[in-house]
């Protein structure tokens, strides 16, 4: 993410965003639905942020709403309002804050709501009194650490991202990495694992945003009909909604790898199709590996058909280690 460099400056003082700027207003958002994920592995799951309407519209509008009362009551104050689009450090001055405190998964915990809030900022040119910081009340748990499926949380307080299957299924544009393919299970898009381990998330409650409810489809969606979904689709059935980040190759890669974790037969055929007609060279490449991951007689018929007729070196490398690999798992299972 690279992106978080380039404005590296502008992160640390917010003066040279909105020029005079002398106070952050830090705001959450409660986001959370009370519904849980099954354990159908032919079934994804979708981070419970993404699971409704794009948050950046209705936070971004309730923060403007705020800055026009703010400029009703002294029309000399400039401000400007931020969610998660612009080069500020949200996280950081909510920690900031008597709002909440980072906990050791990174992200801003409260006592009362825990972690299940969108945060935006409002810059203003104006002194106003500051809160004092909220303490640190992680203690001695380390269950989020326990429960990151990539061990991602690499140390109290210290995330590498390139293992995070958030990042690796939104932010990433490649292919995933080989060895951490069967640790995303079957996420999708995001993951809440750190979140969902945290005891004080014991203390949300569901939001009064309809907005965030969950769309059609969106909790725990079929994995063989998503892999199937051509990019016209894609873009209505994730229009105005934060699954659109991923594009429609990284999110149905995302899907491939998901089919293949379950190991189930009943996802070979969807499998075979994706590996031989989608336009996606990343898809395929995905698709390769899930046929390789169930490791079932006809995977391996049609990776070996699919060999003969595919153009791009890459997946016909994949099909080859996808190949290689699935003989040691048909290995694995047949035993001594």
Not at 137 to 156: L, S, Y
Not at 159 to 170: E, G, K, N, P
Not at 301 to 314: D, G, I
Request: contains cysteine; proline residues 6%; aromatic residues 8%.
């Amino acid at each position: 993410m690279h992106y978080l460099e380039r404005q590296a400056s502008r992160r640390l003082n917010p003066a040279l965003i909105l020029p005079n700027a002398r106070s952050i207003v830090v705001l959450a958002l409660n986001y959370y639905s009370m519904m849980s994920n099954g354990k159908d592995p032919l079934k994804g799951r979708i981070s419970r942020y993404a699971w409704g309407d794009d948050y950046h519209d209705a936070m971004r509008f309730r923060l403007e709403e705020l800055l026009h009362f703010i400029q009703c009551q002294e029309p000399s104050i400039q401000g400007r309002c931020y969610v998660d689009t612009g080069p500020v450090m949200e996280k950081v001055w909510g920690a900031a804050t008597c709002l909440g405190w980072m906990g050791k998964n990174t992200n801003l915990i409260t006592r009362d709501h825990g972690s299940w809030f969108f945060l935006g900022v409002i810059l203003l040119d104006t002194d106003l009194e500051p809160d004092s910081r909220e303490k640190d009340f992680c203690g001695q748990c380390n269950r989020c650490i326990k429960a990151c499926p990539t061990g991602a949380i690499v140390a109290p307080y210290v995330l590498d991202a390139r293992l995070c299957v958030s990042y690796l299924t939104i932010e990433h544009r490649g292919p995933i990495p080989r060895l951490l393919r069967t640790r995303i299970g079957n996420r999708i898009y995001g993951c809440d694992d750190c979140q969902e381990a945290c005891p004080w998330n014991r203390f949300a409650v569901s939001t009064v945003e309809t907005g965030f409810n969950p769309r059609t489809g969106n909790h725990m969606p079929d994995l063989i009909r998503l892999l199937r979904i051509p990019p016209g689709e894609f873009r209505q059935r994730f229009r105005d909604s934060p699954i659109v980040r991923a594009s429609r190759g990284g999110f149905v890669r995302n899907v491939a790898v998901a089919l293949g974790n379950s190991g189930s037969e009943e996802a070979v055929p969807v499998l075979d199709e994706a590996l031989r007609e989608d336009t996606s060279p990343l898809v395929r490449i995905h698709a390769a590996w899930a046929l390789g991951n169930v490791a079932s007689k006809r995977a391996f018929l049609c990776l070996q058909s699919a060999r003969t007729r595919e153009p791009e070196t890459p997946v016909i490398d994949e099909i080859d280690l996808a190949l290689a690999e699935g003989r040691k798992i048909q290995a694995a299972h047949a035993g001594p």
